[in-house]
């Protein structure tokens, strides 16, 4: 679906009845488009609005609305644009649609609009990808990490570090085009340092997955303990309604339940778990297995215990990785035998604790707001997994180039961490890893 030159349509506001809806045309023939359909009045001068109804091929008033038009190469996607603001009905959207695709647009793929800006030079790789990321944030530091992509921070960095690579991948080449000269001990050595430095810069930024991963994912938050203390309770206190069920019999959770919250801007993947227990029911077991599954792949463990029995030490294994917090559940009915006992205290009862307990659990995440500044990018699995291929091209140039092997090797190599570099921006080659990128995106956009 590349720009065919095609005018192509679409409703960039959500489906569905709404006070107002957005049509927009991109394409050389959007004005002349738009000229067909609203009769005999002239378009408004572009990015002047102007009040203008559409007719149909008859000349009956399908619907009334604003009119603006932009001129390429200065619009969202690069090419002329005319955007219409209308009535925002199911029907009367389908009449204005129908009527656009009659008088020459062809409806738009997904993405297909921040494509086209993307093939026109008007946004980068990581940027088109922001937008999608900015569309689908649900808490305010997702949002802001979209936001920064979007500038072109990402963009900016990946793009120094090609540069710097270039710079030393045209030097080394330059002894390839003359072999009975030796690469400068003093020069050899600058190059070393110069890929040095790349890698770390690369290093860094892989630094920044997990980050990525969870504020486009969520935190995998896993809800885990004995039956009956309270881990449904506080799965539906935290969300705000009663998701799962509640109630005094042990194993009444069998199945994971997983939604998101959002905790302190930090999206939280919660999911309740089946109590952990001897057990010999037959579906049990196979919920308590799952709740093993779980732990074992968690960024985060709750663990909760239940003071309103006597006190009992807690006998889980904790895998490694998985950030862990231990919550004293029930404060309300506490038994005296946890007298003494340290620790989170909260009652999915009464609410008692839970701003604590918000507190901790960004606390231990380390990724509130204060904590964002120090990051400002988050890579996503595309661009690690390219970034991961850049790391290892590049060891590998240096390598060879400190065993003093033939600096064709080393430019070989080196070679191969560009392109993996360019891919990231999408200043190399892309054309096959576009279709995937933009059919993720929502129509319209
Ligand atoms: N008094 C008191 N009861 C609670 C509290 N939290 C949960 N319960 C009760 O404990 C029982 C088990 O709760 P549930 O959430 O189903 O536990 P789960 O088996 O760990 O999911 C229910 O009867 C809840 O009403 C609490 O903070 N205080
Ligand atoms: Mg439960």
Not at 42 to 54: D, E, M
Not at 149 to 158: D, M
Not at 411 to 438: K, P, Y
């Amino acid at each position: 679906m590349a720009s065919d030159g095609d005018t192509i349509v679409a409703i960039a506001s959500p489906a569905g009845m709404g006070a107002v809806s957005l049509i927009r045309l991109s394409g050389p023939q959007s004005c002349e488009i738009a000229q067909k359909v609203i009769g005999f009045r002239a378009l408004p001068p572009a990015r002047k609005v102007g009040l203008r109804s559409i007719v149909d091929a008859e000349g009956l008033v399908i619907d009334e609305g604003l009119w603006v038009t932009f001129s390429g190469p200065a619009s969202y996607t690069g090419e002329d644009v005319a955007e219409f603001t209308g009535h925002g009905g199911v029907m009367v959207t389908r009449k204005v649609i129908e009527r656009l695709i009659e008088a020459g647009a062809r409806p738009a793929e997904p993405g297909e609009f921040t494509q086209r800006a993307f093939l026109n030079g008007r946004l980068d790789l990581t940027q088109a990808e922001a937008v999608m990321d900015l569309i689908s944030a649900q808490t305010s530091l997702a949002l802001r990490s979209a936001t920064e992509q979007l500038e072109g921070r990402l963009g900016q960095r990946c793009e120094e570090i090609r540069a710097d690579l270039l710079g030393a991948t045209a030097h080394l080449e330059a002894y390839i085009d003359f072999p009975e000269e030796d690469i400068d001990p003093a020069v050899g050595e600058a190059l070393q340092m110069r890929m040095n430095d790349q890698r770390e810069k690369i290093a860094g930024l892989l630094a920044t997955a997990d980050q990525g991963r969870i504020l486009r994912e969520g935190v995998r938050t896993v809800i885990y303990g004995k039956p009956n203390v309270g881990k449904s309770s506080l799965l539906n206190r935290l969300l705000g309604y009663q998701r799962a069920i509640v109630s005094s019999i042990e194993g009444t959770t069998r199945d994971t339940i997983e939604e998101v919250v959002n905790v302190r801007g930090i999206p939280l993947r919660l999911i309740d778990t089946a109590g952990v227990r001897e057990s010999s029911d037959e579906i049990e077991i196979t919920g308590i297995e799952m709740t093993h599954a779980q732990v074992s792949r968690a960024d985060l463990v709750l663990e909760v215990i239940d003071l309103s029995k006597p006190r009992c030490d807690s006998s889980f294994s904790r895998p490694e990785g998985a950030k862990w917090l231990v919550i004293y559940n029930k404060s309300d009915k506490e038994d005296a035998s946890w007298a003494g006992q340290e620790g989170l205290r909260i009652s999915c009862e009464t609410g008692e604790g839970f701003k604590d307990l918000e507190e901790e659990i960004a606390r231990i995440l380390a990724l509130d707001e204060a904590h964002w500044g120090v990051h400002s990018v988050a890579v996503n699995a595309r661009h690690q997994a390219c970034l991961d291929r850049a790391r290892t091209a590049l060891e590998i140039a240096i390598s060879s180039m400190e065993q003093g092997e033939e600096p064709e090797f080393t430019s070989l190599s080196l070679r191969e961490a560009l392109s993996a570099i360019g891919e990231i921006a999408g200043v190399v080659d892309t054309e096959d890893i576009l279709g995937e990128i933009f059919s993720n995106f929502c129509i319209g956009k």
